[in-house]
């Protein structure tokens, strides 16, 4: 797609850097990748239209300057078996009727937005905009018409799989844990034949496919079965931090060609090497959960408990997060590899993220300005907090309508 071409796509969507925004905010701040608890909006300690300890509610975004969050359908990983597929499917219901009561509680506050068009619209319109992501969708129940329910239900992308291997393809970290082989090209099979009928029904409906989490044979069949540019929604580059569940060069490169986008996460172990606060953060959940009288940690209980906050703060001291420099450093060679039109941003809050200088929605300016400092042009920081995905999404949609 040429550059004219792009100009007049994000136009369309009344997305322009003017002069007004010199300096000031980006046009739009989408985050790609935002979990939420179980009983989201189920409980006061969960209500968004107040303070609360999640990184994202709405006040922190209206403050930090966050425009719009994909709010992430997850469920974890079990057997693959009738019983595990009821069990994931009854969870996910849980996450959307949550999105659901936010929405319907301060209508005036935030609104779903289920085009691009819708998200500009709102934006333009002083509200902020929710937009639904699976992630795992193991969550369909092994049944492809659930996937018709989801995107009635507002889902714009599905996350493919997550931790440990599910019925659609391999994960980047397969569960050795419970028997799953170690990932390697034996143990990587890639994409099953459900998989990719999800991926072309995805295509069909308009629904972005997330290859976050997959392994680099899941993401090479993605790649092939989707007629449709695919995304990331919260990936990091390997090259900078070897990890699995950072893309190779050559993977983001492949993204790019594409017409995709690869949505740079803000998580602590995609950016720092750092195994000593892993074993300290560990030891601090397996202590809080045994205060608390529970068989093992439970994140949606024990994270947002006084006592883990403390003891958070003092694994902070001894172990410090990555930083907004090593962010933006892996940004950096996202951009040189796949081009700065292939490029968002993530931040992974309440499912693991945050880090120095962007420790919750409140902060987000700070990344603009991070941005900026690194001698990103107003241009490139418009593309990369919005305009990229906004147009993947929309190239997405009109395939769909072909």
Known sequence: MTTVVRLALLAALGFALSPAHAQGDPPITIDTHVDIPFNYMGEPRFDVGHDTRLLVDLGKMERGGLNAVFFVVWVPQHALDAAGYAKAVKQASQKYDGIGRMLMMYPDRIRLATTPEQLMANHRAGLLSATIEIENAYSLGHDIHRLDAAFDRGARSVGLVHVGNNDLCTSSLPDTEHGEPAMNSAGDTGMSDFGRAVVKRANQ???????????????????????????????GARAVLDHPRNLPDDLLRAIAAKGGVIDAVAYKEFLKHDPGREAAEKALQERVAKQAGEKAYDSDDDDYRPEMEAGMAEIQKQYPLATLDDYVKQIRHMVQVAGIDHVGIASDFDGGGGITGWKDASETRNVTAALRQAGFSEADIAKLWGGNLLRVWGEVERHAQH
Request: hydrophobic share 45%; net charge negative.
């Open 205 to 235: 409906l308009g629904m972005m496919v997330d290859i976050s989490h997959a392994s680099d044979h899941c993401v090479r069949d993605a790649l092939k079965v989707s007629s449709a540019p695919i995304i990331a929604s919260h990936s």
